[in-house]
């Protein structure tokens, strides 16, 4: 009922930049997260950036500083400016929006298919 279709990934040398987008469709009667998730080989999903549509904003202690969230309600539309990058940020990025589809009671996790980011050093 909420397809999410991610793009902004690749491959970039450490130090460098790169800027993630989500777009959010479908049946959504209220959209109250978006954010990004991580995963790299071996290890657990991780939350990397959240956005309220109210503006609110998280993010993980490792991208402070390096990482902006921001928002396009008109769009539902998620963006992720990473800067600096390091190695360890390699991953799969995942877009997340928590939303209220139409003809649901409750507000569920949906889940973009993901794309990758390669950090060389």
């Known amino acids: 009922q909420v397809q999410l279709v991610e793009s902004g990934g690749g491959l970039v040398q450490a130090g460098g930049s790169l800027k993630l987008s989500c777009a959010a469709s479908g049946s959504i009667v209220n959209l109250n997260v978006m954010g990004w998730y991580r995963q790299a080989p071996g290890k657990q999903r991780e939350r990397v950036a959240t956005?309220?549509?109210?503006?609110?904003?998280y993010y993980a202690d490792s991208v402070k500083g390096r990482f902006t969230i921001s928002g396009d309600n008109a769009k539902n539309t998620v963006y992720l400016q990473m800067n600096s990058l390091k190695p360890e940020d390699t991953a799969v990025y995942y877009c997340?929006?928590?939303?209220?589809?139409?003809?649901?009671?409750?507000?569920?996790?949906?889940w973009g298919q993901g794309t990758q980011v390669t950090v060389s050093s």
């Open positions: 997340l929006a928590h939303a209220l589809a139409s003809g649901t009671f409750a507000s569920t996790n949906y």
């Open positions: 956005i309220t549509t109210g503006g609110s904003t």
